[in-house]
């Protein structure tokens, strides 16, 4: 397994070019299960989830070519010849629950693996059972399976209210209602970006959607779905995750693609913690605007609230602030893993379930660590560039999970970062 070597080296300077968004690729690449022609997306990022869920359409019947280096993805679902999900592709990646809907709305049925735990949670399938349940699917559990048949063939337009706002039942309830007969109307729904970009590219196919981006999105079930030509939207979470890099180590940073509108939460709180952002002609740039950072307090919320998928970033961040910072995680249970890492480089933070009270540092040191999940590998990384001496990251296959090029993009604006092959 890789490790990657970060070195304190100073303040950074230069541009990062922002890929398009991991999230929105996972539940955009199976909407092409929905329709019988081609769906082609643009911008996509070169990751290994994407490489993943390119396995798992293929298993299914899909076609996928990627062209100009992984960037456009050309699919083609003319012929599903398998209705299952396997476990050996699910349990490397819980997104591939997002067959689920497309394939009982295309073909009323679906054999989906249950994705199984990670390292940040249970990440139960309930509300997306409830919410499939609600079109008129019967979904048993067996052997570790999702075994999802409809009745009649056709699912049945609904009015449902999930407990909880969850992305990935809100993308499956959404993309199963598309095909569905009659009109659904899903109330809580989650209303994150990658959900919005998601129905634009429904849209386009021909489904009927209204309400993107808010907590009710009412959809008129159709006969057919067509094909489409898509841009993946920017991601806010390699954005937010890059922001952080100047803010921690010095100096001014230009995130090209960079748009302040689908981070506002975040933007306040960088702006507290005293790092300014500003809007530029190319996208955002991000500087610190004193020597130290401020401590603040941080609350992870569904959108437009602060992303869960930034807390363990901003954390590193703190780790070194003029004062202590609470950060409380609500979305998920298991979502400090990245503490007790930061801890062996000398940051002081005290974790008490859902809480992390972090009292800053003058600086810390680096130290080798070890990466649990996606987001606290790449906080480990940040705290490497501002701390004494070299950080060794082991186990980055997480990281290629989410960030492509990341050696390469920080790299460029002068941070000392390499990796390294595994013994
Ligand atoms: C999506 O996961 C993202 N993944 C996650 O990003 C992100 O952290 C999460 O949304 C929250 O924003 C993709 O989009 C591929 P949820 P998802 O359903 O859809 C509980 C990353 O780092 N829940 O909104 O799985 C669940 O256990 C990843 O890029 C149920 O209880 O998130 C969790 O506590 C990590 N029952 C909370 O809801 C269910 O049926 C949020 O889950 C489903 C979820």
């Given at each position: ?38 769906l ?19 298993s ?82 067996r ?22 706002a ?7 309830f ?21 959900i ?10 021909g ?18 779905l ?40 975040f ?7 005293g ?8 996208g ?23 992303p869960?998928?930034?807390q ?112």
């Amino acid at each position: 397994m890789d490790s990657i070597l970060v070195t304190g080296n100073g303040p950074l300077n230069g541009h990062i070019p922002i890929a398009g968004a991991k999230n929105a690729c996972l539940t955009l690449m199976p909407a092409t299960l929905l329709s019988d022609e081609p769906l082609t997306l643009t911008n996509a990022p070169r990751l290994s989830d994407i490489k993943t869920m390119t396995q798992l359409l293929e298993s299914l019947g899909t076609e996928v070519q990627a062209m100009a280096d992984g960037q456009v993805l050309a699919l083609s679902s003319h012929e599903l010849t398998n209705l299952r999900a396997d476990y050996d592709i699910v349990r490397k990646m819980r997104a591939s629950n997002l067959v689920l809907g497309p394939l009982l709305a295309r073909a009323g049925e679906a054999v989906v693996s249950l994705p199984g735990g990670c390292a940040i949670g249970a990440r139960p399938m309930d509300l997306h059972i409830g919410a499939l349940e609600a079109l008129g699917a019967d979904i048993d559990l067996r052997d570790g399976y999702l075994h999802a048949k409809v009745s009649g063939g056709r699912l049945t337009g609904a009015v449902h209210e999930m407990r909880f706002a969850s992305v990935g039942a809100t993308e499956n309830f959404v993309m199963a209602a598309t095909l569905a007969k009659g009109t659904s109307v899903l109330k809580n729904a989650a209303r994150e970006p990658e959900i919005v970009d998601l129905i634009h590219c429904l849209q386009k196919m021909g489904a009927k959607i209204d309400g993107a981006g808010t907590s009710t999105i009412t959809i008129e079930g159709v006969d057919r779905l067509g094909g489409a030509t898509h841009p993946v939207v920017v991601d806010r979470i390699e954005l937010g995750t890059y922001m952080l890099a100047p803010a921690i180590a010095g100096g001014e940073v230009e995130l090209l693609g960079g748009r302040i509108d689908l981070i506002e939460s975040f933007v306040e709180k960088l702006d507290a913690a005293g790092v300014d952002v500003r809007e530029t002609a190319n996208g955002i740039a991000t500087k610190r605007r004193a020597d130290h950072i401020k401590a603040v307090d941080v609350t992870t919320e569904v959108f437009p609230g602060f992303p869960t998928d930034l807390q363990a970033q901003m954390m590193a961040m703190l780790c070194t602030a003029d004062g202590i910072s609470n950060l409380e995680e609500t979305i998920f249970e298991n979502r400090f893993m990245h503490a007790p890492e930061l801890m062996r480089m000398g940051a002081q933070i005290d974790v008490q379930g859902g809480t992390a009270k972090v009292t800053g540092v003058e600086r810390m040191k680096g130290a080798p660590v070890m990466a649990t999940d996606l987001r606290a590998s790449v906080s480990l990384i940040l705290a490497g560039l501002a701390a004494e001496g070299e950080t060794r990251v082991n186990r980055v296959y997480h990281l290629d999970r989410g960030y492509e090029l990341l050696v390469e993009k920080l790299s460029g604006v002068g941070a000392k970062v390499e990796r390294v092959p595994g013994v």
